[in-house]
């Protein structure tokens, strides 16, 4: 994905570098009062986006920028968000990326099939 900020093509890559490090930042236990921890970081991400979360979508942009060159800082995709992003459009951009990149998708589509089970026991 690539998207311009400051008249700059800025690249996006929703590959396992992403996969790592995103799900480096959320840990939880494997099982209540257990030692054992998993990494979760993409569902917790993936739920935050689903909601609207703007602070999630910059620091998923960020961990998709990582590994691509040019660097975008995070002060410089919280301008970007104040300023120029038509925010709506950036959600679909980044949610269809994970959506589609093989590294996201598996995990996007199971997060989806949650939400919209919870959508429709709180409709009944």
Known sequence: MELEINNKMYEFNFGMAFLRDINKKIEAPIEAGSAIKQQIGLKYYLSLLLDGDLTALVDVLEVAN???SPRLSVKDLDKFID????T???FEQVLGGLGTANATKKV???VQQVVA???NKSTN
């Open 66 to 68: 990582r590994a691509c």
């Open 83 to 86: 300023n120029e992003a038509d």
């Open 88 to 90: 709506e459009q950036l």
């Open 108 to 110: 996007m589509n199971q």
């Open 117 to 119: 089970k919870a959508q």
